[in-house]
Each structure stands twice: as C-alpha cells, then as structure tokens.
C-alpha cells in the first residue's frame, strides 16, 4: 500500500516516460516505426509508466515545442532519430535549444569517428559528420558500437532527463543494451526489479491460445501478454519482486502451466528461434542437415545460415529453382515432373531423398510449392506447397500445406519456411536419443 | 470562444492534421502501429499538412486531455482504435465527453450489426456489440464493410473534425478508401496535389549523397529528402502542384540534374528493387543467372527469388556451405582449399566459375567469407568476403570486401549481397546489348 500512494506522489516515475520519434519519413509515411514498438516492449519490461507516443517531423520549432510540452508532463524522454549528418538531422540542437543550453564539441568522439571511417574504409567527405561530436556540456554520452552517431543522457531541468538514440534500429538497439537500459533500471526503477521471460510457439494461433488461458491473460502478477508474429506467438509473462529469485518463484508456476497445457506447440524461451534450436538439437545428435528448395527460393536455407555455429550441422542446399536444374542437379526424373507436375508430393519427396543422398546428409528438407502471385491454377492455386522431410532409416515425412488466398509472395515462403522447421523439430522430438 | 477556435488563416489547411492511435497493446509494445504509417502515406498522398501522431492508451482521462489539446492546434484528427465492444474500447465516449456531447443510438446500426453477425454465423454474446451503435448526435456515420464497429465523421466545434477508424487493419483501410479519402479530399484540399519520385542509390553513402546535394536539399518544392538503409539510400523528390503534369515538370529538373551528378550510382525508381532491377534486365537480354553461395549461405537466392517473376532468369544455386560440398558440387579441387583456404579470391573465381559451367546459364556469381561471429583470424577476419562474378566470354570480375568489424553475421550478409547485385548490375551496364 506505501508503495502504492508514493508511486502517485513523490516516486520519480509518476509522472511516467515518453517515447519521441523523430523524422519527416515518419509522417510522409515512408517507413513504419519498429523503434517505437522495441523500446515499448522494452519500457514495459523495465516496469516503467509509459503513457504517450509522439511523432514529429524534421522541423526545429516543432520539436522543441513539442519537447517543452513533455518536459512538463512527464520525467524520462526517450528519442529517436535525427542524429545523422545532414541538415535534417536537428534533435540534438533543437533539444538544447529548448533549455537554452550551447553545444559544445567533445574532441575525442570526433576522434572515435575518424578511426571509426577508416576502419570501414569510407572515403567521403568527412566534414558533414562533425555535428555528431556537439553536446550540451553536461550530457553523457551513449556510445554507438555501430554507427557514427553517438546518442546523450542529458538531464537538462531536476527531474526530467532526456535519452537520445539514432533512428537506425540496429544502432538503437545495440545503444539501449550497452548504455540505456541499465541507467534507466538504476535511475527509475523503484526498487523492484522487473523479471520476463518469453514462451514461444509455433503450429498453434494467438486467438486459440488466447482463448484457453484467458484467466492467465488477466494475471496481475505475473502479467502474462501474447505478441504474434508471422508463423509465430510469443507469450510473456513478466514478474515484478524484490529479486530475482523471487521473480523466478513468480514466474515458474505460471511457466509450468502453460508448458503442461501446450507441450509441443512451445519450441523455445527467450532468444530462441525456431533456427537456433533445431541447430542445438542436431548438434546435440551429432547429425547434418541440407535442403532442397524450389519455391522457398533460398529462404530455409538463410533461415538456418542466419544462425552462428549453423556451420556444425548444416552442410548446404541445391536450390533448384527451373525443372531443368531438378533435374541435373537432384535428378528428378523428367516423367515425373511430367507426371505429378513440379510442385506435388511425388517430386517433393523424390528431391528430398535424392538430397539427402547426393549432399550426403543425415536430414534433408525439400519444399515445393506455388508463392504467386501468378502460377497458380484451379488445381493447384497459389499458397499450395508441398514440403517432404527425410532422415535416417528412411524416415519420410509428407507435408501438405494450403496457404490462405490473403498471403502474399513472401507470407507464403516464410510461412513454408516456418513449417519446414517445426516439423523436423517435432519429428526429432519424437524421436530423442 | 468562437474567434478563439477561428483558424489563424482562411486555409483551412494551416493547422494540419493529426494521427491519433489509441490502444493500450501499443504503449505495451504488442503490435507495430502499421496504421499510422498507412494513413501517413494516405495524407501525404492527398497533399494535406502532417505535423504531428501520438499514440496513448485505453485510458478516457487521459485520451480526453490528449483529444482536447490537438482540437487547439490542428483541423483535422484522425483515430484509430477503441472502437470494439470490450470495455477497454472507449474511443467514441471520451471523444463525446471532450466536447460535453452525449451519445445516442442509431437503431439501423443495430440491425445492421445483427444481420452481420447472423452471416458470420458468429456465436458470441451480442450486447456487448451495443455499444457500437452509440455515436454524438450530429455525427455522421463511416461505414465498415469488413466489421461490426462504424466510425464516425464528427464535427464537435467549428474548424475542428475527428475522423474515427478501429484498429483492426484491413477494415480501417477499407472504411478510408470508401468514405473517408473522398470525404477529406473534397473537405479540406485547397486544389494542390503531391507528388513523389524516389530514386535509389547503391554503392554511395548517405552522407557523401547529402554533401554534394546540399541546395537541393533545400529547396521548397520540391522537396529533397534523404533515407538510408543498410546497403541502399533513397532520395525522395516530391512537388506540390495544381495537376499531375505541372508535379512532373517541377520535379524532373531535379531528377535529371540527381541522374546527371550521380549517374551510375542510382539503380532504379519507386518501388525498384537491387534484385528487381536486375532481374528486368536480364529478361530484357535473355541470359540467365545461377549462385554459389558459401557465407551469405542462401539470402542471394532468396533475394533474387522474393521477387515474382524472378524464375525467368533465375535458374538456382548451389548452397555450398562445407568445404566437403564446395568439392562435390562445385568440384573445387581439395588442394585449392588447402593452398588458399575456402575464403580466397581462387575458390570464389572456381565457384563462379564452376557453378556457370555446371547449372548451365550465362551468368553466375559466387561469394565466400567469413560472416562470424567466429571463424576470423588475424589474416582472415570476420567481415572479410570475397565475391566473384562470371559470365558470357570468359567475362570474371573478382571483388574483395572487408566490412567494418561493426558490423554482425546478419549485416555481414546483406551487405555481401547488395555488392553482389550491384556489381552484377553495373557489369550489365557496361556490356549493354
């Protein structure tokens, strides 16, 4: 209850933070705000009351009206973009400017830069770039391990205190872990930690799980929340504690539960992908994998090569994308293409075993299919794809899959991918040695 | 308090138009806010000022506060979310309780929604749809063919309209482009329109793009702006006019003097991708185009086969991610790999070359390097990527790269293949038909 009323009063987090993304791409509609979604789920994590998003375009009295406006309502600001180079890139003036503070150069980030440059062997003009070395003279700094841009915690009045990020994602994100997210848990954090942990599934839909664990969605501590992807549903459930091992007490019953009530839907926590974990589990065999791609068109393959270690198990694919490589290359008999057509089960399975075979593999995964948008017809419409997964023993597996009619090119490949894997998860599951 | 509201001006455009997205999922980090994104496009489509988006959650004191303070400064607000039947669903209401409006039903939309779910066969409780019939008496109601809840076009005070829209995607877009564009346009267009064109550079940052361009990105109308992702940079030109043909004549100038500086740099237009442009071109000669991939480990493949079309030039590739494959399918000779190792400029040039010979086309390329995060030594670090291409005539160019050390697995092998793309791309060039 103490804690309760001080949070309403006197706790630095009453009044919450905000989050401001910065960039006239933003509001012409080039590009969709992924940064604002990261540091939500990241801000949420942390614990913190975050109660507004704003976008502003690339223009200085906006921004510091707009920042003004904040620093009365609320006392953490996180930023986004608006650090690069060039004469748009204003947030770190037009911050300074709403205090009235000058800008003033730090000599050793401009060293940092030019070493920076030569190292990636960048040959421009490296002039424009010296507005990244200015900050108002109390600000620290926000390392960026990736790009140029440096970012700034600057706490500019008592009581409210400003972040800075670059609106690259990747360097956003690799700043916030290095620097951001341990000053805000130090700075703002009330006391008690913040503990998540993530179930992942795949072959099931939000709306089923959502609609079986309905009373756990309404938890307060933990508070369990589903995010879905393409393919794929996250659960979260998040504890707050006075420690870890608190919060792991918290968690685990709630854990416990959902893995009893989904068992094999849930492949992995956290991190885990759906990649990283097959690519554990036939290290852990000891056994090798391949594929033989058609419509995925090389997507599976990059799907398990995005993975570091994949190298251990994962040897490589023919994709043969023309009839004429399935046939040189996986000799698939031309009669059967003939025959059963390039995308059914006869040729989906016979480019399966005869990978297996030629790249000398204990698992291979072949896939067939119709990604459109054209190339469909009333038999074989766009969206159906047929996937075969061999292994040892002459283990075969059939898979056919018939897309909705709404996916589109990509959906449909990714889709495959995402069933390729999960099956030869599933079947190496029931198989354990 | 009438004059008080007056606009500044007589155009109705000088306030602008806000975005307003409500739904507590957004603040939590639970979905990517496509809508603003979408309806950002949208406006600066129809050429209408956008200053400003904010996002906030299902709370009504704080959406009211929210919805009163942009009734001060734009004339034109547009909302998505809270328009369901849960209790959290309060977007109608608070707006109703900003302007001390009360709510009264519309029995048609009852009937309506019933009839609705009667065809959707859908089984749950309907008085909590109800709700949804509620709207402010002068309210005009927008439609929503793909579901239950309409919106409303509201004119609370005078110079001020809220446009409401659910949040549930498709039937926000629908709701948009059956009442709402046509509705806005004849509204609050004073006769101009935009219009953009994109050109897409490869091989050249943005920095060095933004120093030599420094007028032009100065310039009124049109308007200059840079965007830069990995590998690729887009400068998006964008005029106001009276028609179509007044928009290209202010905008081609500029076009011509971008392609005249910057000539072989730029790749294409719009929505012209590296892969597209490259898979136009090879139609329009008839040659054909295989891979040997080793680090980027399929993403070449897959960038090539993300686009429809792409099988009339594509034929497929050899995934050759172990020495033991680069032998058996490439033939790469046992003592190259031990003279130069499998990262050198000989194994790359025998990929290329082989793979040609072997999947039968006219061009192919081949790319090995060490992606990492491991497998970099002192002589060979993580970053360092050979690429060769082959073609038509004994033609072989070999490339060595070494990105940053900044840069991770995942980047290390985007950027190998937009070098790849683009280096085939300007091969082509210089050997035009």
Redesign the interface.
């Known amino acids: 209850m103490k804690s309760n009323l001080k949070h309403q009063s006197n706790d630095p987090n009453c009044k919450g933070v905000e989050i401001l993304s910065i960039g ?11 940064n ?9 994590t942390l614990g913190l009351n ?8 690339d ?1 200085s009295e ?1 921004i510091i009206k ?1 920042i003004k406006e904040i620093s009365l309502r609320s006392n953490l600001l996180i930023t986004t973009g608006g650090l ?5 890139d204003l947030t770190t003036e037009a911050i300074a400017k709403t205090f009235n503070a000058s800008l003033s150069e730090r000599e050793y980030l401009w060293d940092q830069i030019k070493t ?1 440059l030569s ?4 040959s ?2 490296r ?3 010296k507005k990244q070395c200015f900050f108002p003279k109390d600000a620290q700094i926000i390392n960026n ?3 140029t841009a440096p970012g700034m915690i600057w706490e500019p009045i008592k009581g409210f205190t400003i972040l800075t990020f670059p609106g ?1 994602p ?1 360097e956003m994100k690799e700043m916030w872990k290095e620097t951001a997210v341990d000053y805000i848990r130090n700075k703002f954090s009330d006391g008690s930690i913040f503990l998540s942990n993530t179930l992942k599934f795949s072959g099931i839909g939000e709306s089923t799980i959502s609609e079986k664990i309905d009373n756990l969605l309404k938890l307060k501590n933990p508070t369990v ?3 879905a992807n393409l393919g794929e549903v996250k659960l979260r459930i998040t504890a707050r504690a006075k420690n870890e091992l608190e919060a792991r007490n918290i968690i685990n019953p709630v854990k416990e539960k959902l893995k009893k009530e989904f068992s094999k839907f849930i492949f992995g926590e956290n991190n885990e992908s759906l990649s990283s974990v097959l690519i554990k589990e036939l290290i852990q065999r000891e056994e090798s994998l391949v ?1 033989a ?1 058609s419509c ?11 993975i ?4 251990q198990v ?9 009839n ?2 399935k046939q ?2 996986l000799n698939i008999p031309e009669n059967l293409i003939k025959k059963f057509g390039a995308v059914s089960e006869e040729v989906a399975e016979t480019m399966a075993i005869n990978a297996k075979e ?3 593999s204990d698992w291979s995964i072949a896939i067939s299919g119709i ?5 469909g017809n009333k038999e074989k419409p766009v969206g159906l794809v047929y996937i075969s997964i061999a292994g040892p023993n002459d283990h075969i597996t059939n898979i056919k899959k018939m897309f909705s009619s709404t996916r589109n ?2 959906e449909i ?1 990714r889709l495959s991918v995402n069933v390729c894997l999960n099956n030869l998860r599933l079947i190496l599951l029931s198989k354990s040695k």
Chains 1, 2 share one sequence.
């Open positions: 006239s791409e933003l509001l012409l509609g080039n590009i969709v705000n992924t604002a979604q990261w540091i939500s789920e990241e801000l949420s975050h109660f507004r998003q704003s976008t502003i375009g223009n906006r707009l690069g180079p060039t004469p748009d920076k190292i990636s062997g960048s421009f003009n002039s424009s770039l391990p990736r790009g690259v990747s929340a589903p995010y594929f791609e995925s068109g090389g997507l599976l393959s990059s799907s398990i090569t995005a570091p270690g994949s190298s994962f040897k490589g694919s023919i994709i043969s994308y023309s004429e490589l040189s290359l030629k790249l000398n990604a459109g948008p054209s190339g090119r990509l490949q």
